[in-house]
């Protein structure tokens, strides 16, 4: 009798997989988070009985500027998608001393600042904006 029962509980297990393909389809998934795979699809998967379902990746793409020394984008937020939108070199402005020794310049969309060491450009002829000065010697 043992061993009949065995066997009709094994055969009730086994028919949820053969019907749905889901070993434990009488309990409510606990789905891991959306991840995006190397198809452009998203996945996640049920820890529980290892199911795994799929949609379609919809970009969804970042507030914040990123970016490198050229150039600058807004990426995906999606969990291991690398898409990018908006990439565009730089609009640098014009550089501005902010110290004797340094200055630097900023993306007008970026905000990202650059900056370099400060050389000064001298003229080849001398000038002044000092008056004259008259020395009277007095006796």
Known sequence: MKTIYRLSMIVLCLIPLFVTGCSYSLHNHEWG???????????RTCPLCLHTEQQNHTHTYSTTWSGNETQHWR??????????TGTASH???S????TSEI????????????????????????SSNAM??????FR
């Not at 959306?34 to 452009?40: D, H, I, L, P």
């Open 103 to 126: 200055e630097k310049r900023i993306c007008s969309l970026c905000l990202r600042a650059e900056q370099r060491n400060h050389t000064h450009t001298y003229s080849a002829t001398w």
């Open 33 to 43: 988070p959306w991840s995006v795979t190397t198809t452009g699809k998203e996945e």
């Open 132 to 137: 004259p000065v008259f020395i009277f010697l």
């Open 91 to 93: 609009g640098w402005g």
């Open 75 to 84: 990426e995906c937020t999606g969990a291991g998608c690398d898409g990018k």
């Open 95 to 98: 550089w501005t001393v902010t």
